[in-house]
C-alpha cells in the first residue's frame, strides 16, 4: 500500500490514469504465461504486456497485488497467481505438454478447467498425515474416485490473512484419519473436510474466466452463493 501511495505521489495524474490503462493487459500476460508454460512471465513479457515498458508492469504487478489479483515476494516476483504457483506448496499438476506447480488442492484441481489445451492432468502429492503418495488424474468432465479427502484448516473469510500459508496448508490427506492425525500431532484445528467430488466441484467454475479481458473478482455474497451451490456451508464458507 505505501509503495502504491508513493508511486501515485511522484507520477503525475494524467501519466498514472494512463499507466493503470495496461494493468489488466499485465494481468492477462502473468496468467497467460503460466497457463501456456508453467512459468510466471519473464521481464520481456510483463514489458510487452505495457506497451515496452517493465516500469509500468512493475507499478501495476503492485496494484494486482494490493486488489488479490495475484501474489509478490519480497523481489517483485509473482509467486501466486491463483491456480497457479511458482513456489512449491505440496502438489505437482502434469499436463501431456506442461508441468506446474500446483497450488494447493483447490488450485491443483482447477488447473486443467483453466488450460485450454490441457483437458486432464496428473496431480500428484504425499499425504501430510502419514506420508503416503497420491496421485490421481484430474479432468474435466467429472471428478477422480478415491477415498482421499483434502483438508482447508484456514476459514474463508481469513484466507488472505496469509494466503500463501493458507494455500500451503490446503492438502489431500488419504483419509479423514489422516487428517485427525495431523491435526493432533501439528496442534492445528481442524477445519473443512471435504471428499474428492465437492473438491472437484468447488474447484471446477471457481476461477472461470481468469485468462480473459476483464475478469472480475467475486464480491463475498457472490462467492458464499458459489459455495452453496457446491453444497459447502456454514460459518466456515461464509466469505
Ligand atoms: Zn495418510
Ligand atoms: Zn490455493
Redesign the pocket.
Known sequence: MSELASAATRVPAARESLDTAWDEDVRVAVYRAFAVHGRPPTAPELADAAHGSLAVAKQALHRLDAARQLVLDECEHVALA??FAAIP?GFSVMGARTLWWG??A??SFAIPHLVPDEPEVLVSTRCPGCGEPSALVVGREGPPSGAQVAHFPVPVARMWDDVRR??SL?RLFCDESCVDGWAGESGTAKGSVLDLDTLWHLASGWYAGRLDHGYRRREPAEAADYFRGVGLTGAFWDA
Open positions: 491463483h491456480p506448496l497450488g494447493c483447490w488450485d493458507t494455500c490446503q
